[in-house]
Every structure is written in C-alpha cells, then in structure tokens.
C-alpha cells in the first residue's frame, strides 16, 4: 500500500493569439494529439515489476505538475541503459523500502535526458488525457499533481543540458495533454517539508515556467498551420 505521509523526494486563432494564450497559461486540453508526441519509454520497455498491489485509476485529469529530483548521485553516464537502470532502483526502493504499491512518481527524467513512465498506467492516462493514475509522490498532491523526478541531486548544481530541455518538452506536453496551466508548475517543496527538487533546480522553475510556455505556443502554432 502507498503509505501517504512518508516524505517523497475556442482554439485560438493566429500565432500571436497562441504565444499569449501560453503566457497566459491558457492551454488547450489535449491539443497536443496532432503534434508530434514526444519519446517516454514505459514500464514494460524498462523492465519494471509488476505493482505489488493494485493502482488506483482517478476519473479526472490531473491539474498540476510538481517537480522533483530523486537526491541520487550525478552521473556522467548518459545512456539508455543507465536510464532503465534508474528507474529499476527507484521502483526497488519504493516497494521494498518505502512499501508502496509501485513507483511513487508519474515519469522520470534521466540525465541523459530520456523520459519514462514511472507508475504503471501514467502513460496511458497521460494519452488519453482524461484520467490519472493515483500517484505517492507528494502527501496532498497525490490525487491531482502529476509528479516528475528528475535523476541525480540539485542542491549546489544544475541539471545538465540534456535533462533540462527533455524536462521543458515533456512538461509541455502533460501540460497540453490535461490543459494544465504553466503556472501549476511547482516544485515537491510548494507542498511539503522537503529540501526537493534541490535548490538550484527550485530556483529554476520560474524559467522552467517560462520556457515550457514558449514551447507550448510554438506546438499550438505548428497545429494551426496544420488547420
């Protein structure tokens, strides 16, 4: 079971209409399904075990994206295969430290910048853009924020180049897929006693923010032209 309280670290028309609709944080449910999906590997391509009980599936989309980092070392290893690996430990620590029923967070991001499901069923919810699945990330966000971890630990450095603009497509994307406003973006410590997502990547939501809503108006301009 996912135990709650233990700590986690109409479409507009024109382009200028687009950028300030994304400024504003006026973001289009589902728009993304005629662009470009961006690559997230899932549970079954990573080698994930099976939950250890049964996952909630919520009938609402979820309103909010809160950032974290797993506080795990910084590696230089950037591959595919260091990714999974990542994901495989996070899951072991979950269920068998922490006794939750899966991976606590949605989807992770890798140093190297690769995008994974997390919990089972997150990318499928995530498609379809209509439910989520439960989460154990953060205590009180758990039914409504999709959560991110971000490998390594950014209390006294930044996420590499890599990570961060895989972190600003894919949040994006969630935020097109369940019309998440930009500024429901947020950072694990917005909502509880915890020194994640670090420092320096805390610092660097309002650009997260920023970016992410440039990117949004630059896929809902793409779409237009696509009219």
């Known amino acids: 079971m996912d135990i709650a309280h233990l700590p986690r670290r109409t479409f ?10 994304g400024a504003a944080g006026l973001l289009l449910p589902r728009a993304a399904q005629a662009q470009d999906v961006p690559r997230i590997y899932s549970c079954a391509e990573w080698g994930a075990r099976p939950p250890a009980d049964a996952l909630t599936t919520l009938d609402h989309p979820a309103d909010r994206v809160l950032i974290h980092h797993i506080a795990c070392p910084n590696s230089t290893d950037y591959s595919l295969a260091h990714a999974f690996q990542v994901a495989r430990d996070d899951q072991h620590d979950h269920i068998d430290n922490n006794g939750w029923s899966d991976t606590g967070q949605h989807f992770t991001v890798s140093r190297g910048g690769y995008r994974l499901e997390g919990r089972h069923g997150s990318l499928d919810a995530l498609r379809g853009g209509t439910t989520m699945i439960q989460g154990a990330h953060c205590p009180g966000q758990n039914t409504n924020a999709i959560g991110i971890e971000n ?20 949040c994006a994307y969630i935020c097109r897929q369940y019309g998440i406003p930009v500024e429901e973006i947020k950072g694990h410590r917005d909502f509880y006693n915890t020194e994640c997502p670090g420092d320096r990547l805390y610092a660097k939501l309002a650009q997260l923010r920023d970016e992410v809503s440039m990117q949004v108006a630059h ?7 696509r009219q």
């Open 12 to 21: 507009l028309r024109g382009t200028a209409g687009l950028v300030a609709a």
């Open 151 to 170: 490998e390594g630990t950014y209390t006294s450095v930044e996420p590499p180049e890599a990570q961060w603009a895989s972190l600003v497509v894919f």
């Open 219 to 225: 896929d809902l301009a793409q779409l237009a032209g």
